[in-house]
């Protein structure tokens, strides 16, 4: 079974704290997605990286930065937290290659941003 | 510029009837489509998925149908039952070797 797991549940941070959320996956997928999710707007892509050291910015990354140092690993780190970045985020994995393109999602992280 | 549109917010149905939810896209390039459910509190779970040279693919109690001419997909869940109960989105691959452009979700809400 793929397993994504991300670092925490549920955070809540203050105004102008540096955020770290964290991603792992199980699977050797080369691909790996930062989104957040909002009422309405459905699931928008923030960040994604094919391979290790690579990323490339997705819709709304602004206010957002990524690293990825190891294939399993994908970070997305919010430089200086604010209250719009209060937000579900979830994170993402998937084949480089292949026929179904299906992602899979870790459990999300609750931010609150206060 | 929303390039996937899925207009109803939220559907409630009976148990045992069906369920459509669907789903319109504006850019005649995509090539493959998915569905995703998510619970509260959890990550989106992939439900069934198309490619656009198919206009039918069904798996259980799921089918997906494809109409490429109006650039528009439905998802049937035939009987509905309250395990259903979800918010459902569709997503369409951007043939950029993987990422998705998703809908803003609808939630279905099964009643027993």
């Known amino acids: 079974d793929v397993k994504v797991t991300q670092s925490s549940r549920y955070l809540v941070k203050r105004t102008g704290e540096k955020v770290f959320l964290e991603c792992v996956q199980d699977m050797d997928h080369e691909n790996m997605f930062w989104y957040r999710q909002d009422p309405g707007l459905g699931l928008r892509l923030i960040y994604f990286s094919y391979d290790v050291k690579m990323k490339e910015k997705g819709d709304i990354p602004e206010g957002y930065s990524v690293s990825r140092e190891k294939k399993e690993r994908f970070s997305l780190i919010l430089e200086s937290a604010s209250t719009n970045q209060t937000s579900m985020y979830l994170c993402a994995s998937s084949q480089h290659t292949g026929s179904s393109y299906e992602q899979y999602f870790g459990p999300g992280t609750r931010l609150t941003v206060t | 510029d929303q390039q996937v549109k899925q207009n109803s917010p939220s559907l409630s149905v009976q148990e045992g009837r069906i369920s459509i939810l669907n789903c319109d896209y504006t850019?005649?390039?995509?090539?493959?489509f998915l569905w995703y459910k998510k619970y509260p509190a959890e990550g989106p779970t992939f439900l069934i998925s198309?490619?656009?040279?198919?206009d039918k693919n069904e798996d259980g109690r799921f089918t997906v149908f494809l109409n490429k001419s109006a650039k528009h997909l439905s998802l049937h869940i035939v009987p509905s039952q309250p395990g259903d109960s979800a918010v459902y989105f569709c997503?369409?691959?951007?043939?950029?070797?993987?990422?998705?452009?998703f809908g803003q979700g609808t939630e279905l809400s099964v009643k027993p």
């Open positions: 198309i490619s656009s040279i198919k």
């Open positions: 997503a369409a691959e951007d043939n950029q070797g993987g990422k998705l452009i």
């Open positions: 850019n005649s390039m995509f090539d493959y």
